[in-house]
């Protein structure tokens, strides 16, 4: 069965060679010229992977990369820009992506993206095969398989990245948990880029724990991280 993929891009020339090349690999495309009634076109086209310019008209990647998420946080998304300041690629990951690619790209790398994408995101971890359906983390619940966390403030829906990350530490709780190991399960290397996403999801994830709470994830400098639990 070909895999799916939304593509929201307004240059037109860019797009048809996007889309046409594509194809040609054996994925079925459906491009949009902007982000508007994105919801609409989801229910009759479910995607397996979704590609999204940031600097869009009427309605920004970022804002579309949210809807995305909030309709299913499986899905993964890989934000094409020019931007490359930090607070752009903190954004893109705070709006459910989970790649970040830089124009002008070679198609080439765009579709090493793709596979690596799909292929992480079909492949179960050993933290989330060996968690339970449930995980009490003291006044918060953990639900691996719904993407939830539960906090005493509400509940906190997760991305695919959070949800493996966290599932990481709980599977490592109150033990040390190796950077290379976390990097190399949630995204197959420990290269630089991932290295710097993983810390954008970290504080992420640091940040869902209220002071005081008693859930503390400690940076162990130079090996990882120590998950704070009892």
Same mark, same amino acid.
């Given at each position: @069965? ?37 919801? &609409?076109? @989801? ?19 970022? /804002? ?16 094409? $820009?020019?931007? $490359?300041? #930090? &607070? ?9 992506? /989970?790649? *970040? ?5 070679? @198609?080439?790398?765009?579709? !090493?993206?793709?596979? +690596?994408?799909?292929?992480? #995101?079909?492949?179960? $971890?050993?933290? /989330? ?11 918060? #619940? ?8 539960? /906090?005493? !403030? ?18 490592? !709780? ?14 197959? &290397?420990?290269?630089?880029? +991932? ?12 940040? *869902?724990? !209220? ?17 704070? #639990?009892?």
């Amino acid at each position: @069965m070909k895999k799916k993929v939304l593509y929201i891009e307004d240059e037109v020339y860019l797009a048809r060679i996007v889309k046409d090349t594509l194809e040609l690999k054996g994925y079925e495309v459906l491009h949009k010229k902007d982000g508007n009634r994105i919801q &609409d076109a @989801m229910s009759g086209f479910v995607p397996d992977i979704c590609l999204l310019d940031v600097m869009l008209p009427d309605v920004d990647g970022f /804002t579309v990369g949210n809807h995305i998420h909030n309709i299913n946080p499986r899905i993964p998304i890989i934000f094409l $820009t020019a931007k $490359t300041e #930090t &607070d752009s690629i903190v954004k893109g990951f705070s709006s459910g992506g /989970t790649d *970040y690619l830089k124009k002008p790209f070679s @198609m080439e790398e765009l579709l !090493a993206r793709i596979e +690596n994408q799909l292929k992480l #995101t079909h492949r179960e $971890t050993s933290a /989330t095969q060996s968690l339970p359906d449930e995980v009490i983390l003291k006044d918060y #619940t953990f639900y691996p398989g719904r993407y939830e966390l539960h /906090t005493p !403030a509400g509940v906190i829906k997760l991305s695919n990245r959070e949800s493996q990350i966290l599932g990481m530490l709980c599977s490592h !709780a109150n033990n040390p948990l190796d950077r290379r190991e976390l990097l190399k399960i949630v995204w197959g &290397d420990d290269s630089f880029f +991932n290295s710097r996403n993983l810390d954008v999801y970290i504080r992420k994830i640091r940040g *869902y724990f !209220a002071e005081g709470s008693g859930i503390e994830i400690v940076t162990l400098k130079g090996k990882g991280y120590h998950f704070v #639990t009892a």
